[in-house]
């Protein structure tokens, strides 16, 4: 194979995959009574019961809300290898970027709390006792 033809294919692929975004889009970011599916995280669908809590953005990070993931939910064998150190010692949070999506913070973060039973937890692991733009 020559390095004309490695280039061609190489751009067919590229090609097929740009037309597939265009031509079949998807919402990137799902919510259903079983959980949620972030596209850009790659992780499929993650249930609810799999998420110890969340907390509102901190100021440099304001479109996205951070999630604290239970120790020992299944969704800490889909990481991948650089995560799994953060994961073993009860540390691993996912931070879902909400910037090309109709959904704010704060309509997530009571979705979150609502379907985990959880109070929520800032940055620090203090409770936050109300999703409001407040709080944010």
Do not use: K
Request: proline residues 5%; without cysteine; positive net charge.
């Amino acid at each position: 194979m020559t390095t004309l033809e490695t280039v061609l294919i190489g751009a067919a692929f590229v090609l097929v995959a740009v037309l597939w975004v265009v031509l079949y889009p998807r919402p990137r970011l799902q919510l259903s009574e079983r959980g949620f599916l972030d596209r850009d995280l790659r992780l499929g669908w993650i249930g609810w019961d799999e998420i110890e809590g969340a907390y509102p953005p901190s100021v440099l990070d304001a479109e996205g809300l951070r999630l604290r993931v239970r120790p020992g939910a299944r969704l800490l064998r889909r990481l991948r290898r650089r995560n799994h150190s953060a994961a073993r010692n009860g540390a691993y949070e996912l931070r879902l970027d909400l910037s090309d999506t109709d959904i704010s913070p704060v309509e997530l973060l009571q979705e979150v709390l609502s379907r985990t039973g959880s109070h929520g937890l800032h940055g620090n692991n203090r409770p936050v006792r109300e999703a409001t733009a407040g709080n944010l």
